[in-house]
Nanobody
Framework: QVQLVESGGGLVQPGGSLRLSCKAS????????MKWYRQAPGKQRNLVAT???????VYADSVKGRFTISRDNAKNTVYLQMNSLQPEDTAVYYC?????????WGQGTQVTVSS
């Protein structure tokens, strides 16, 4: 079955960096558009970044210039490099893969930005 497994979350000070990874299995990863979402406590889940199979990426305005999404189709993995982290970036980050009628989610990884 399809699995998306995130890793790399944790506690970081304001201004710090983290790199999230999402390892996919059970799917033809290169076919999928991959996305990162985040959900802060008591708030809706919001799209952070999207990367298509060919590598083009789109970002939410709130993270543009600070976050970079990338993918390694040979490793079935999508990444989110997060720099200049701020307390408002605190959330559970979810990996999402979409292709045609298929839509899969990971279990999420917690990112906490606090001094």
């Amino acid at each position: 079955q399809v699995q998306l497994v995130e890793s790399g979350g944790g506690l970081v000070q304001p201004g710090g960096s983290l790199r999230l990874s999402c390892k996919a299995s059970g799917m033809i990863f290169s076919d999928y558009t991959m996305k990162w979402y985040r959900q802060a406590p008591g708030k809706q889940r919001n799209l952070v970044a999207t990367i298509i199979s060919g590598g083009s990426a789109v970002y939410a305005d709130s993270v543009k210039g600070r976050f970079t999404i990338s993918r390694d189709n040979a490793k079935n993995t999508v990444y989110l490099q997060m720099n200049s982290l701020q307390p408002e970036d605190t959330a559970v980050y979810y990996c999402n893969g979409v292709y045609a009628r298929y839509n899969y989610w990971g279990q999420g990884t917690q990112v906490t930005v606090s001094s």
